[in-house]
């Protein structure tokens, strides 16, 4: 089983900021299968991030996925109120399908 | 407009069995991967059981395999997981999701509570 461990386990910053959120997988992660998801509470996940670079229908350009093999990274360039929240990836390359522990974006 | 909607969950003892129910509209339900994921209260998030468009390949995580059982009804475009033997440890919202992992879950249902107790 592919182990997700994602940092900072919080990350406090304000709005307008840049966020760098970081997931590293135990192993690689075939053909990046690596997606990202953001929950705020009480609703369902959504999906931002698929394929490790490759941005949801209706996601705004300010977040971006890269990596690849173990490392990868979510990138919010500017923080909108709306974004915080906690997010999660989510690694399907391999058997079972994982998800990382999340990274919680609260406001400083 | 896709549309996810969960029933059936509430409060099971343990060792009892639940049916919860995915109803889908807004897209062909038959085309997709369905997929069921989970949160217990304050936690991450685990997937759960997944089943391919026409219901004949499943999936299902170690932690419920031999007691949950996905399924689906293309003609009701619903949704099924059906939960045995339930243990303290399946307390948890459950949502339904659209699509396979590798693509990513599109749309989702609200979340369902399931709460094991005595």
């Known amino acids: 089983e592919i182990v997700l461990t994602q940092s900072p386990g919080t990350l406090s910053l304000s709005p307008g900021e840049r966020a760098t959120l970081s997931c590293r997988a135990s192993?690689?992660?075939?053909?990046?299968?690596l997606a990202w998801y953001q929950q705020k509470p009480g609703q369902a996940p959504r999906l931002l991030i698929y394929?490790?670079?490759t941005r949801a229908t209706g996601i705004p350009d300010r977040f971006s996925g890269s990596g690849s093999g173990t490392d990868f990274t979510l990138t919010i360039s500017r923080l909108e109120p709306e974004d915080f929240a906690v997010y999660y990836c989510?690694?399907?390359?391999?058997?079972?399908?994982?998800f990382g522990p999340g990274t919680k974006v609260d406001i400083k | 407009e896709v549309q996810l909607l969960e029933s059936g969950g509430g409060l099971v003892q343990p060792g009892g069995s639940l049916r919860l129910s995915c109803a889908a509209s807004?897209?062909?339900?038959?085309?997709?991967?369905m997929t069921w994921v989970r949160q217990a209260p304050g936690g991450g998030l685990d997937w759960v059981s997944a089943?391919?468009?026409?219901?004949?390949?499943?999936y299902y995580s170690d932690p419920v395999k031999g007691r949950f059982a996905i399924s689906r009804d293309n003609p009701r475009n619903t949704l099924y997981l059906q939960m045995n033997s339930l243990r303290a440890d399946d307390t948890a919202v459950y949502f339904c999701?659209?699509?396979?992992?590798?693509?990513?879950?599109?749309?989702w249902g609200q979340g369902i509570l399931v709460t094991v107790s005595s």
């Open positions: 999701a659209r699509g396979a992992a590798r693509q990513g879950w599109d749309y």
């Open positions: 807004g897209f062909t339900f038959s085309s997709y991967v």
């Open positions: 394929g490790a670079s």
């Open positions: 192993q690689s992660v075939s053909n990046n299968y």
């Open positions: 089943i391919g468009s026409s219901g004949s390949d499943t």
């Open positions: 989510l690694q399907s390359g391999g058997s079972p399908v994982t």
